[in-house]
T-cell receptor, first 114, second 112 residues
Framework: DVKVTQSSRYLVKRTGEKVFLECVQDMDHENMFWYRQDPGLGLRLIYFSYDVKMKEKGDIPEGYSVSREKKERFSLILESASTNQTSMYLC?????????????FGSGTQLSVL | QKEVEQNSGPLSVPEGAIASLNCTYSDRGSQSFFWYRQYSGKSPELIMFIYSNGDKEDGRFTAQLNKASQYVSLLIRDSQPSDSATYLCAVNMMDSSYKLIFGSGTRLLVRP
């Protein structure tokens, strides 16, 4: 079975803290993604990685960075958390079908920044 | 204009009816189209994908693609209360095969 594991289901942090969100996949997928999901805005891509140590900005990278030191692990870093980063964060991994990416999602991390 | 648009709903249908969910997209060069189902409090799961014009059937689900009109739809036959969820349309953008753009989703309610 496909498995994408996010380290925390719920997280509460204070403004200005550095926050790490961890994601691990066991499917040997090349590609990994971080999205955030907000009511009425849908899923928005923050960053993705198509190989170890490779990363590309998505649509809303400001205030975030990522790290991919190993194929199975993709970390999202909030350098200095702000209240507008309160959101549901979803990690995904994918394989390329030749006709597009099939994404498999983790269970999500609900982050609250106070 | 949003790149992928969906009516937010809720779309309410009686049990046993056909539910029709629609999605339009702006990038004419888009090649691949996906439907994800998301139950409340859960993460999205892939239920269908399509990349050729026409229909693709999988059990009670049919995906329909019309590239000329830039829309993709999902039909759910014999709707069940367990189909009540938010359905997300996602499109691969032509400029990046890695990048999926999601619509904001349509909430479906199936009344027993």
């Amino acid at each position: 079975d496909v498995k994408v594991t996010q380290s925390s289901r719920y997280l509460v942090k204070r403004t200005g803290e550095k926050v790490f969100l961890e994601c691990v996949q066991d499917m040997d997928h090349e590609n990994m993604f971080w999205y955030r999901q907000d009511p009425g805005l849908g899923l928005r891509l923050i960053y993705f990685s198509y190989d170890v140590k490779m990363k590309e900005k998505g649509d809303i990278p400001e205030g975030y960075s990522v790290s991919r030191e190993k194929k199975e692990r993709f970390s999202l870093i909030l350098e200095s958390a702000s209240t507008n980063q309160t959101s549901m964060y979803l990690c995904a991994s994918s394989f390329h079908t030749g006709a597009g990416e099939k994404l498999f999602f983790g269970s999500g991390t609900q982050l609250s920044v106070l | 204009q949003k790149e992928v648009e969906q009516n937010s709903g809720p779309l309410s249908v009686p049990e046993g009816a056909i539910a029709s969910l629609n999605c339009t997209y702006s990038d004419r060069g888009s090649q691949s189209f996906f439907w994800y189902r998301q139950y409340s409090g859960k993460s999205p799961e892939l239920i269908m994908f399509i990349y050729s014009n026409g229909d693709k059937e999988d059990g009670r689900f049919t995906a329909q693609l019309n590239k000329a009109s830039q829309y993709v739809s999902l039909l759910i036959r014999d709707s069940q209360p367990s189909d009540s969820a938010t359905y997300l349309c996602a499109v691969n953008m032509m400029d990046s095969s890695y990048k999926l753009i999601f619509g904001s989703g349509t909430r479906l309610l199936v009344r027993p």
